[in-house]
């Protein structure tokens, strides 16, 4: 069965400081990963996609990486903004069309930042 | 630029009432789908369309009908609603192919009593 697990669940930082999530992926065969970030009683909006041959994209201050092999993906904050507390929701296609009947969603990290 | 757009924000219902969610997308997308979240799970999708006239069940579809008669308008209908079904619901579009952005809509929160 195909499925996202994201780590951690929860965090809190200090503004200023960074942060990584972490995404690991069963999909088979994959297509691309995107990441989500989702306000809090708002709709998810996209953050980066990146397909197999992909190992890094950037977004201002959000930086992906994916390591195909391994089946893993980071999305890494710098210099955390009290705007970037939201929920990020890793979400991974499987091919071969990468449709939109073929994602599958991580339950998302929910992050706070702090004064 | 209106995007998604979902009405109604929130709704309550009491069990057994039959409603419709609206979903409407002003880009011309192919694909539409209906998906619901719950607490501690990821998104769930509930049916989709790749285009006019034609729709499939997704992941959770059972109490939920769909139709998509024309590319801007994607309902989702509960038949007769169930607490099971208290969620937030959200629609989506995107157009076809590999590694197309996925635009969402702000959200419909349902509780069923």
């Known amino acids: 069965k195909n499925q996202v697990e994201q780590s951690p669940q929860s965090l809190i930082i200090l503004e200023g400081k960074n942060c990584t999530l972490q995404?690991?992926?069963?999909?088979?065969?994959?297509?691309?990963l995107r990441w989500y970030k989702q306000d809090t009683g708002r709709g998810p909006v996209s953050l980066t996609i990146?397909?197999?041959?992909?190992n890094t994209k950037s977004n201002g201050r959000y930086t992906a990486t994916l390591d195909a092999d391994t089946k893993q993906s980071s999305l890494h904050i710098t210099a955390s903004q009290l705007s970037d507390s939201a929920s990020y929701i890793c979400v991974v296609s499987a091919a071969p069309t990468g449709g939109g009947n073929k994602l599958t969603f991580g339950t998302g990290t929910q992050l706070k930042v702090e004064l | 630029n209106a995007g998604v757009t979902q009405t109604p924000k929130f709704q309550v219902l009491k069990t057994g009432q039959s409603m419709t969610l609206q979903c409407a997308q002003d880009m011309n997308h192919e694909y539409m789908s209906w998906y619901r979240q719950d607490p501690g799970m990821g998104l769930r999708l509930i049916h989709y369309s790749v285009g006019a006239g034609i729709t499939d069940q997704g992941e959770v579809p059972n109490g939920y009908n769909v139709s998509r008669s024309t590319t801007e308008d994607f309902p989702l209908r509960l038949l007769s609603a169930a607490p099971s079904q208290t969620s937030v619901y959200f629609c989506?579009?995107?157009?076809?192919?590999?590694?197309?952005?996925?635009?969402f809509g702000e959200g419909s929160w349902l509780t069923v009593v």
């Open positions: 990146m397909t197999f041959s992909e």
């Open positions: 995404c690991n992926y069963t999909v088979s065969p994959f297509s691309n």
């Open positions: 989506a579009s995107m157009r076809s192919g590999q590694g197309n952005t996925i635009y």
